[in-house]
């Protein structure tokens, strides 16, 4: 039986979820209250400090109506491969502070950014090494705007299903393809609440996972999602909102083979689908071909190397939560690691 969630108005009450072992909670303070940062350490994990400090420290951001619980999974593999792991909840989301209904609803991305930027400052003060980032969906395309807005300098960049920085008006097509009543339901039934076209089961199963993904498994995500979400942060990135030369020239060249951003796509994903994917790679490559022809850097790196694409078959838009997720997290490794 298809489960329909009761639309809210209010923040959730819920305590924080209980986390899996390895994965500990903390909290960062910012202006507007406490933002959730989820940690797993090597060094408390393995108890061989030579091993994380020679790698540099991960941080992964959250998509719409998602939080740093999505990356459990991620957390516990990186860093059973010797890498300090940090997922942040941003503001409205997870165990983060939660403004009221409006002020969420037009929260900017330029303020989740600042989010973010608070958590890449709070790692920063523990790790020499620069941090590389791995932004899924929306948060993939906050990390570019961060990139782009030269807030932050970052070791590296990984899009993960992500929207991308060209603009999403073919991922929302794609969505109202996917669900013909999209519209329809929002405003003449729902009258314009965010959750809207994630009200149901049934819903998020057909848009955020594959078929292979648990019924009980899209349930208990569904249990984590906020009760509504920021539109003008998804309406900010409808169309064009960075330039791809300011997005790569703000990734150092900290990996092995000067590799510095990995566009991951998921086979099954019907919103970030392969096209729109691979239209991205192809974006961040020919802008690090403008780049070297400028002469602003040296070298004799391909551009599919320093911008490499990769597809997790079988898996739909949460690459990090559904059944092919250690697929996709090997597909990372192997990428950080230069193979």
């Not at 959250?62 to 909840?89: E, I, K, M, P, V």
Request: aromatic letters at 12%; hydrophobic letters at 40%; proline letters at 5%.
């Amino acid at each position: 039986m298809d489960y329909r969630h009761r639309l809210s108005w209010s923040p959730s009450t819920a305590p924080p979820a209980a986390l899996p072992e390895g994965v500990q909670r903390e909290f960062l303070s910012s202006p507007g209250g406490e933002l959730e940062m989820l940690t797993s350490s090597v060094l408390r994990r393995e108890g061989i400090e030579a091993a994380w400090e020679e790698k540099p420290p991960l941080l992964f951001i959250h998509g719409g109506f998602g939080g740093a619980l999505d990356f459990t999974n991620y957390l516990q593999f990186f860093s059973s491969h010797g890498y300090s792991c940090y997922a942040l909840s941003l503001r409205g989301h997870g165990a983060s502070y939660k403004p009221g209904y409006w002020s969420m609803f037009w929260t900017s991305k330029h303020a989740l950014a600042f989010d973010v930027t608070l958590a890449i400052g709070h790692i920063l003060s523990k790790h020499s090494k620069n941090v590389i980032i791995m932004g899924h969906s929306s948060g993939g395309g906050l990390v570019q705007y961060i990139l782009d807005r030269n807030m932050e300098k970052l070791g590296g960049l990984v899009t993960l299903a992500a929207v991308p920085g060209f603009g999403s008006m073919g991922v929302y097509l794609n969505w109202m393809r996917l669900d013909p009543w999209f519209l329809v339901r929002s405003y003449f039934k729902h009258f314009g609440h965010p959750r809207s076209p994630l009200s149901s089961t049934a819903l998020v199963h057909k848009v955020f996972f594959s078929h292979a993904s648990p019924v009980q498994a899209v349930r208990e995500f569904e249990r984590t999602m906020p009760e509504y979400e920021s539109m003008r942060w998804p309406v900010g990135m409808m169309t064009r909102f960075v330039s791809p030369e300011r997005v790569i020239g703000n990734i150092l060249p900290t990996l092995k083979g000067r590799r510095r951003v990995l566009v991951v796509a998921g086979g099954a994903d019907r919103l970030m689908d392969g096209a729109i994917m691979q239209r991205l790679a192809a974006w961040y490559r020919a802008a690090w071909e403008s780049i070297r022809g400028k002469g602003e850097e040296r070298g004799e790196e391909v551009s599919a190397e320093v911008v490499r694409f990769g597809v997790v078959e079988g898996s739909g838009h949460h690459v990090m939560k559904d059944s092919m997720w250690e697929v996709g997290a090997e597909m990372v490794l192997e990428w950080l690691e230069g193979r």
